[in-house]
């Protein structure tokens, strides 16, 4: 299984980003999704997070700017970013609960993806 983070970049403050997680690999089914973020000398921290039924969860930092979607048929979760602000410059990982086909059982495993670098000038 692995989990491929795309779509971060540079981005002028009061702008848009939309970041990507795909999952690949012998997936049964995706449970809980989550996006983090580390900006320099911090620690990481939870951005955003949807469960498989599709409850939200937020930062306060990001409530209202922030939404987090899934689509369950392509593995994929999204981090949709408006009126982003300076402070949120970091490095975004996603993170998720798989459960995947392992020979004739199923096995479940905590899996990250790389991180995309969201970069926001003011």
């Known amino acids: 299984v692995q989990l491929q983070a795309s779509g971060g970049g540079l981005v002028q403050a009061g702008g848009s980003l939309r970041l990507s997680c795909a999952a690949s690999g012998s997936i049964f089914s995706i449970n809980a999704i989550d996006w983090y973020r580390q900006a320099p000398g911090k620690e990481r921290e939870l951005v955003a997070a949807?469960?498989?039924?599709?409850?939200?969860n937020y930062a306060s930092s990001v409530k209202g700017r922030f939404t987090i979607s899934r689509d369950n048929a392509k593995n994929t979760v999204y981090l949709q970013m408006n009126n982003l602000k300076p402070e949120d410059t970091a490095v975004y990982y996603c993170?998720?609960?798989?459960?995947?086909?392992?020979?004739?059982?199923?096995?479940?495993?905590?899996?990250w993806g790389q991180g995309t670098q969201v970069t926001v000038s003011s």
């Open positions: 949807i469960t498989s039924g599709g409850s939200t």
């Open positions: 993170n998720a609960v798989v459960t995947y086909y392992s020979g004739t059982y199923l096995a479940s495993g905590d899996y």
